[in-house]
């Protein structure tokens, strides 16, 4: 028998708080991967994993809050705790295998190719398997083509976001692409779930797992958490909002040695003696002028 499946059971609130979710996660994940440009070698590690599980924890938090308007009419659903909580890992692992490529390559050519493709699988592998989890008296099965085209989508929104924290441009850049990400992933979420169709069984035997308000309500106040932490790192860190690096690079011309690079304005300033007296300045014969 099909099972009638609606994904927006509490309207358009599930799809706004979801949407406004992976923009947050976004919006400091990629401030994090800009701030790491910004930095030395030492601490650009650190800005790149907590990038990746912002980002990780904004989409996953997403995806469980969308899910929660979810619901098949003639069977309740339950999730299964493990299967769960891996989608989470998958998603914070591979979204910071993609960062780190981006952070220690640049976003560009190859290394952005490769960053965006591996964290939009990344999207794309934390929403089906948090699909996995479901438990329900039936299957589910897939559209192959909508499937494939929630990959397309996901992969897209990842490497332009990628490409835009590398461009280093400012707070209100990063704050339009995390809108551009957010709504993409939002998408793909849909899109995927649009590919799905339920078979119940004729059986009326009971489901394992938990339902979704005794587990993914609990659940979510981690990643919730985290990304109120992470929030608090962004706004206090200047160089998060101004998007300039802490040095100033120096030009290196050939040939030039780098200290005559190096600008003293102090030794073109009139001395003490010519400040107080003027006519000093003028009293060189109109030879030696």
């Not at 790192?233 to 780098?258: I, R, Y």
Request: glycine letters at 12%; aromatic letters at 8%; one cysteine or more.
């Amino acid at each position: 028998m099909q099972g009638t499946v609606d994904g927006f059971s509490y309207g358009l609130v599930t799809p706004l708080v979801a949407y406004l979710m992976a923009c947050l996660g976004g919006a400091l994940g990629l401030r994090c991967t800009t701030r790491s440009m910004l930095v030395s070698n030492s601490w650009r590690p650190g800005w790149l994993a907590l990038g990746a599980a912002a980002i990780g924890s904004g989409i996953w938090t997403m995806h469980f809050i969308a899910m929660m308007g979810f619901k098949v009419e003639q069977a309740p659903i339950h999730y299964d705790r493990a299967m769960t909580f891996a989608s989470l890992g998958v998603a914070v692992v591979m979204v910071g295998i993609g960062i780190f490529i981006v952070g220690y390559r640049g976003a560009k050519g190859t290394a952005l190719m490769t960053g965006g493709a591996i964290t939009g699988l990344g999207i794309a592998s934390m929403h089906y398997l948090g699909m996995a989890g479901m438990r329900l008296n039936g299957k589910l099965e897939y559209n192959t083509l909508t499937v494939a085209a929630s990959v397309v989508i996901a992969v897209v929104a990842a490497t332009v976001a990628l490409w835009a924290a590398g461009q280093v441009r400012g707070f209100l850049w990063s704050v339009g692409a995390s809108l551009v990400m957010g709504l993409a992933v939002t998408g793909m979420h849909y899109t995927g779930m649009a590919a799905l169709s339920v078979h119940l069984h004729r059986s009326t035997a009971p489901t394992g797992g938990d339902s979704a308000a005794s587990l993914l309500a609990p659940m979510m106040i981690g990643p919730l958490a985290f990304l109120l932490l992470a929030a608090v790192v962004v706004m206090f860190d200047p160089l998060m909002v101004m998007g300039k690096p802490v040095w100033t690079p120096v030009e290196n011309k050939p040939g030039v040695p780098a200290r005559e690079l190096v600008s003293h304005p102090a030794a073109r300033r009139p001395s003490l003696r010519t400040r107080r007296n003027p006519a000093h300045r003028d009293s060189r014969t109109p030879q030696n002028r």
